[in-house]
T-cell receptor, first 114, second 116 residues
Framework: DAGITQSPRHKVTETGTPVTLRCHQTENHRYMYWYRQDPGHGLRLIHYSYGVKDTDKGEVSDGYSVSRSKTEDFLLTLESATSSQTSVYFC?????????????FGPGTRLTVT | AQTVTQSQPEMSVQEAETVTLSCTYDTSENNYYLFWYKQPPSRQMILVIRQEAYKQQNATENRFSVNFQKAAKSFSLKISDSQLGDTAMYFCAFMKLGGSARQLTFGSGTQLTVLP
C-alpha cells in the first residue's frame, strides 16, 4: 500500500463544466503522475510532477491542467469537460528513495461526461 | 518516442497450466526498465515484475517470470501454475531512464482468463 488516495472515486458531469480530481499521498514521494485509461489504449500519461510547483506535460495533455502546491496533493483539472474526456483516471507515485523506479497507482476515478 | 505492443488482446489458460504473454517494444534508448502490471476486475493497478535492461538475468517473482530478449526488444511474461486469481488485464510498460520524468509508456493490454 503506497498510501495513495483519489477523490472522487466516481463522478458524472455535464459537458462544459469544470472538474477537479484530487490525488493525495501520505509518504512524501517526489514524483506524481496522472494517467487516463481508455479501451484499446492502455494507460496514457496526461501530466506529471517532479516536485512542488514543478510540473510538465505528458502524451495527452490537451484540455487538462495540473497543480501541485504541496508535496502530498496533485490536482488534475478539466477546465471545460468534453465527452472525449470520459475515462478512468489514475494517479501514480514514484517512490522517492527507490532505485528501481516502480510506480504505484491509486484506485482510480471513473469520470463520465454527458 | 517509445512504443509498446501487446499483440494478444485476449488469452485463456486452464487452472494450474502455464501461459506466456507477449510484449515487444521499440526504442533507441540503451538504459531503461520494463514492467508488467496486473489489473484485476477491482481496477487496481498492481506491479507484477520489473526488469532492468542492463541485467542479462531474467527477473522472477514466485510464479511469475520474464523472458527478456534485449536485441529482439521482446519482454514476455510467463505465469506458472495459473490460479483463478490471476484472471486480470496485464499491461507491459517501458520506462526510459534519465531526465526528470520517469514516464511509463504502456501497451494496450492482454486480458487473461484462467479457466477452472
Amino acid at each position: 500500500d503506497a498510501g495513495i488516495t483519489q477523490s472522487p472515486r466516481h463522478k458524472v458531469t455535464e459537458t462544459g463544466t469544470p472538474v477537479t480530481l484530487r490525488c493525495h499521498q501520505t509518504e512524501n514521494h517526489r514524483y506524481m503522475y496522472w494517467y487516463r485509461q481508455d479501451p484499446g489504449h492502455g494507460l496514457r500519461l496526461i501530466h506529471y510532477s517532479y516536485g512542488v510547483k514543478d510540473t510538465d506535460k505528458g502524451e495527452v495533455s490537451d484540455g487538462y491542467s495540473v497543480s501541485r502546491s504541496k508535496t502530498e496533493d496533485f490536482l488534475l483539472t478539466l477546465e471545460s469537460a468534453t465527452s472525449s474526456q470520459t475515462s478512468v483516471y489514475f494517479c501514480a507515485i514514484s517512490a522517492r528513495d527507490s532505485l528501481a523506479y516502480e510506480q504505484y497507482f491509486g484506485p482510480g476515478t471513473r469520470l463520465t461526461v454527458t | 518516442a517509445q512504443t509498446v505492443t501487446q499483440s494478444q488482446p485476449e488469452m485463456s489458460v486452464q487452472e494450474a497450466e502455464t501461459v506466456t504473454l507477449s510484449c515487444t517494444y521499440d526504442t533507441s534508448e540503451n538504459n531503461y526498465y520494463l514492467f508488467w502490471y496486473k489489473q484485476p476486475p477491482s481496477r487496481q493497478m498492481i506491479l507484477v515484475i520489473r526488469q532492468e535492461a542492463y541485467k542479462q538475468q531474467n527477473a522472477t517473482e514466485n510464479r511469475f517470470s520474464v523472458n527478456f530478449q534485449k536485441a529482439a526488444k521482446s519482454f514476455s511474461l510467463k505465469i506458472s501454475d495459473s490460479q483463478l486469481g490471476d484472471t486480470a488485464m496485464y499491461f507491459c510498460a517501458f520506462m526510459k531512464l534519465g531526465g526528470s520524468a520517469r514516464q511509463l509508456t504502456f501497451g494496450s493490454g492482454t486480458q487473461l482468463t484462467v479457466l477452472p
